[in-house]
């Protein structure tokens, strides 16, 4: 059975990279439930999904198409043990613990319902930052976080709700493509041949992202003359 084993929301409070915009990246369980919602535009709106959650940076992070994060117990469980130490619910800023789901096997575009009403959609990997880096305190840890390449999801929010540690997660539905969270980690980031097959996930790209992929694809098309124009 798949659950969500803690909610994790981050109070405002000084950037661990020690930059001047504040952090929410140290996150810890909360009792009860607690309301997600679509935050809206990520400069304009609320920034994080998950109320009560603070997102600082929202040139990189919060909005619609990453109002939650999601991460597996079992995954934080694989770096405790690479690490040495304790990994407690929210090490990683995720504003959702699982256990028994594979978070990272995840499609693009796949959607889960969360107890009795909540339905999320998944929607990309989570980019390692600096922040994230000096919270963890590992030396190295951006890229041995993107070699492993399991980077738990971030979450869209089809239907706003109450969630709360101890509910079910469903997968509801699965696209018909084969684009994983971590081949479009791998795409955005070490392997750029990879670019070309997101369009394989149409639709079920977030809209930047797959902006972002139309463009890379248009421009390796004119550099290597394959781009196809019409005689006037």
Request: aromatic fraction near 6%; charged fraction near 25%.
């Amino acid at each position: 059975m798949s659950i969500v084993l803690s909610v994790n929301v981050g109070l405002r409070a000084p950037n661990p990279a020690g930059t001047g915009i504040p952090s929410g990246m140290r996150k810890h369980p909360v009792d009860g439930p607690v309301l997600l919602r679509d935050p809206g535009d990520k400069r304009t709106g609320d920034g994080s999904g998950v109320v009560g959650d603070f997102v600082g940076n929202r040139r990189h992070h919060g909005g619609t198409f990453q109002a939650v994060y999601a991460v597996s117990r079992e995954e934080l469980d694989v770096w405790a043990a690479d690490l040495g130490r304790d990994l407690p619910a929210g090490a990683f800023g995720e504003n959702l613990t699982t256990e028994g789901l594979d978070v990272d096997a995840a499609l693009v575009g796949e959607i889960w319902q969360v107890g009795p009403v909540v339905r999320l959609k998944v929607t990309g990997p989570r980019i390692p930052c600096r922040t994230f880096a000096s919270a963890m305190g590992v030396r190295g840890w951006v890229p041995k976080f993107t070699r492993r390449g399991r980077t738990g999801a971030y979450l869209q929010v089809l239907t706003p709700g109450e969630v709360a540690a101890g509910d079910s997660i469903t997968v509801e539905h699965r696209p018909e493509h084969s684009i994983t969270v971590p081949l479009l980690f791998a795409a955005l980031t070490t392997d750029r041949s990879l670019m070309p097959r997101l369009l394989e996930a149409g639709d079920d790209l977030p809209s930047d992202t797959r902006a972002e992929v139309e463009r890379y694809v248009a421009k390796h098309q004119v550099e290597h003359g394959t781009q196809h124009t019409e005689s006037p």
